[in-house]
């Protein structure tokens, strides 16, 4: 009996130290007033006696500065990064297809019906009107095209951009949501530096190539796009690459094509054309085997275009090595 009392004594005291130290630390310790935090200043203090209680405390909270509203979601970095690449720039909610709670269990019946409304009415406020069905179909076209073509992301949100812009200066009636997101994808890889051939994208288009070269030369001229013509020393690194040939294969290639370009053969002719045939120039020059018709597999051109240009590239450098 006796030991029990003692252990019941223990724990009260215990639980009054506790008491205690959790009024301590909401009361000031020497006058027992009210403590504020100074967020400011990092400092929790005193509100009757100022006595400064603990310093240099954390600051959780951002490190810049705003003095309005508008400055404040200006530099806020909270929730995802907006996109061009969908139509509500990834500011909506999705409602995910799996009908599974956060436990992974699968839904009831009832449940199952709730959510299918809710991913209906859902899709619904998110395409409000006709332009936001046509941009959002229009951009799941731009990156089907840009996957199907291995194009990398900056190429994609260059493609977005350029068909807002079609789309807000009204440039798409009488044209195709297919064929001017065609166009804006052509154009944004040649602007990026990792061009496609039209014959490429045709392939990938839902479009004929005559149609995607008309809408093309179209929305250049309509939004004023700064696109320089296409580089054939840019398509070498990828049928380089298809083709399994070395380092040294592909610089011999892009040296063809400089000397090419320094004698005026490459004038008027096409560049992917050019790039075939300096890499396969590259690969018999560096005793690498390869064929004609894999070449033209690789690049999708044809082996008469790969011969005469092949021709052409190494009378250029004959010609050099003469002067």
Known sequence: MTESNARTRTRTDEQQEETESADESVSCPECSGQLINDEEHGETVCADCGLVVEEDSVDRGPEWRAFDAAEKNEKSRVGAP???????????????????????????????????????????????????????????????????????????????????????????PGRSIEGVSTACVYAAARQAGVPRSLDEIAEVSRVEKNEVARTYRYVVRELGLEVQPADPESYVPRFASGLELSDEAEHRARKLLQNAKEKGVHSGKSPVGLAAAAVYAAALLTNEKTTQAAVSDVADISEVTIRNRYHELLEAEESLGLA
């Open 82 to 172: 907006t996109t061009n690449t969908m139509h509500d720039k990834g500011l909506s909610t999705n409602i995910d297809w799996r009908d599974k709670d956060a436990y992974g269990n699968s839904l009831g019946s009832r449940q199952r019906e709730k959510m299918q409304r809710l991913r209906k009415w859902n899709e619904r406020f998110r395409t409000r009107d006709s332009k936001e069905r046509n941009l959002k179909q229009a951009l799941g076209e731009i990156d089907r095209m840009a996957s199907a073509l291995g194009l990398p992301s900056n190429v994609r949100e260059t493609a977005s951009v350029i068909y807002r812009r079609a789309l807000n200066e009204d440039l798409l």
